[in-house]
């Protein structure tokens, strides 16, 4: 079993920054990738990015250039530096860990609200 806790979530300015982070714990696990998605009022959860184990990563055009997302295999944990935040990064953000037999598992989600 899996426990994902996230933390780093807030209210920030339009330009602000934050820094969000997700620390997997349990037994029995290996991780394969992690990320982050995010999901909006009224929209579908989106993919913001990820990073594999190798450290390949992957990310949603929109946030190219102002997010970066980091792990530390150490730890079991992934970071996303969020930069440049605007109103419509608006979300809660939600981290995700795929073991390697392929199983997904989420985290309870932490709020981000970024004011214009």
């Known amino acids: 079993q899996v426990q994902l806790v996230e933390s780093g979530g807030g209210l920030v300015q339009s330009g602000g920054s934050l820094r969000l982070s997700c620390a997997a714990s349990?037994?029995?696990?290996?991780?394969?990738?992690m990320g982050w998605y995010r999901q909006a009022p009224g929209k579908q959860r989106e993919l913001v990015a990820t990073?594999?184990?190798?450290?390949?990563?992957n990310y949603l055009d929109s946030v190219k250039g102002r997010f970066t997302i980091s792990r530390d295999n150490a730890k079991n944990t992934v970071y996303l530096q969020m930069n440049s935040l605007k109103p419509e990064d608006t979300a809660v953000y939600y981290c995700?860990?795929?073991?390697?037999?392929?199983?997904?598992?989420w985290g309870q989600g932490t709020q981000v609200t970024v004011s214009s």
């Open positions: 995700k860990l795929i073991d390697t037999s392929y199983r997904q598992n």
């Open positions: 990073i594999t184990r190798g450290g390949t990563t």
């Open positions: 349990g037994s029995g696990f290996s991780i394969n990738a």
